[in-house]
């Protein structure tokens, strides 16, 4: 027999026995932080990895959406219908739903600092490009290519972070990064409204570009080198194996279609709900119109407390609870009424958030493997719904008004609850056929 291992493992280190045992051990000296440590609260890179983070979430998010408030401007200008504006919209989305997993596969070949700077650089230059789009088709195309350009960043953050960031300060992190997102999302979209009101669409897709130019220099400046990341051969066949998997998981694929569907209503609402405010009997400027995404902020709240509506009732539950009052939502922005219609952005708004936390925060229990890559086919079928509801919805508005995308709508909203009753009772029936089993068997439960 081969003589046995006198090494013991610590961490990552490999001891031998006969030096912990020797007679003539060398004096202690106290360990000094090295630059290879997670980063946490009091290193020297930790605050300046949250606010890079903070402003790579704000750029991608502030450009994702620069055109949902002006698209009504932008039909003006350019003489379109909403159906064929709002492509300016999907198209971006569309764009990062398919780029979203073949970059999260070369962020492991290559960085995912690298992939962040190159990702956000581009979109940045195509940002800066498109308001000299001389036609839809130029705006559309760009658009499109700006979409995937930005899908190395959410491709990369997580994992950076988890790389890089002490587990215990984990949280705290990728909350401000998320916060990024949401200040993001809503600053580029009043941001825009408000210029656009004063010189028009091009200035405020200018500005945004410009917005996002300085949070890219930012974030090259300010986010540390990344000291715990190990380059891994990309291998397609692998990545294909485990993406087959996911897919082939019927649970996985309720939870891709749950929230792809509560993006497409969501998805659907915003990009429609400019034409319907800048009519009559409405009528309101350019600029209240992109006030109106401050009630992004009910979304932040909703999500917050997803946590601990799932506590209590489970996440069938929260789901049962995100369906309900989204739907409430649709129906109540159907009344001629500013107070009613706001109030049913923010129930859908507060429905949309609260379902998309509970689906998402479910994935990553789900999978057992490659949980990675089941992220990321969330974010890409999440973002197929964003741009599937804003094309669908701006279809129904031209065919029929507000009321057709509300009807849309409510047809995602009820597959939605459909999918999760569905999941409810095939889960009970399988507990149910495991208890059988067991009782079959003599097996304690």
Avoid at 246 to 259: E, T, V
């Amino acid at each position: 027999m081969p003589p046995a291992d006198t090494r013991a493992s610590t961490g990552n280190h490999r001891v031998d026995a006969s030096a912990v045992t020797s007679t003539n051990p060398e004096p202690s000296k106290p360990s000094k932080p090295s630059g290879s440590e997670r980063m946490s609260p009091g290193h020297p890179g930790y605050l300046r990895m949250r606010l890079a983070l903070f402003t790579a979430g704000l750029a991608t998010f502030a450009l994702l959406y620069s055109t949902q408030a002006l698209l009504p401007a932008i039909s003006d200008d350019l003489r379109v219908q909403a159906d064929q504006a709002s492509w300016s919209v999907s198209a971006a989305t569309f764009g990062l739903a398919l780029a979203v997993v073949p970059l999260s596969a070369l962020s492991e070949r290559f960085g995912r600092r690298a992939m962040m700077t190159v990702s956000l650089t581009v979109a940045v230059v195509l940002a800066l490009l498109v308001p000299f789009a001389p036609d839809l088709g130029w705006l559309i195309g760009l658009r499109a290519v700006q979409g995937a350009a930005l899908a190395g960043i959410p491709a990369s953050a997580m994992a950076y972070l988890s790389e890089e960031v002490h587990p215990k300060a984990l949280v705290g992190a990728i909350g401000l990064f998320v916060a990024g997102n949401s200040v993001g999302g809503m600053s580029g979209r009043i941001l825009t409204g408000w210029v656009a009101d004063a010189w028009g669409w091009r200035a405020a897709l200018a500005a945004v570009g410009v917005m996002a130019l300085l949070c890219a220099a930012s974030f090259r400046a300010l986010l540390p080198r990344a000291r715990h990341f190990t380059p891994a051969e990309v291998s397609p066949r692998a990545l294909a194996r485990t993406l087959a998997g996911h897919l082939s998981d019927p649970l996985l694929c309720r939870l891709y279609a749950i929230g792809a569907l509560f993006m497409t209503v969501f998805g659907g609402v915003y990009t429609v709900i400019g034409y319907r405010l800048v009519a009559e009997p409405f009528g309101l400027s350019q600029s209240l119109v992109g006030s109106i995404f401050l009630i992004y902020l009910v979304g932040t709240v909703s999500s917050a407390a997803t946590g601990k509506l799932v506590g209590r009732l489970g996440r069938r539950g929260a789901l049962y609870v995100a369906v309900s009052t989204t739907a409430a939502g649709l129906l109540l922005s159907l009344l001629n009424s500013i107070p009613a219609v706001l109030a049913g952005l923010v129930l859908i708004t507060a429905g949309f958030f609260a379902g998309h936390a509970a689906a998402s925060s479910a994935v990553s229990r789900t999978a057992k493997t490659g949980r990675a890559q089941a992220a990321a086919l969330y974010q890409a079928s999440y973002y197929i719904g964003s741009s599937a509801g804003g094309a669908l919805g701006a279809l129904a508005f031209h065919a029929a008004g507000w009321g057709g995308t509300v009807a849309m709508g409510l047809v995602a909203v009820v597959g939605a609850a459909a999918i999760t009753v569905y999941a409810t009772r095939k889960a009970r029936a399988e507990l149910r056929a495991e208890a059988a089993r067991r009782d079959l068997c003599g097996v304690p439960a």
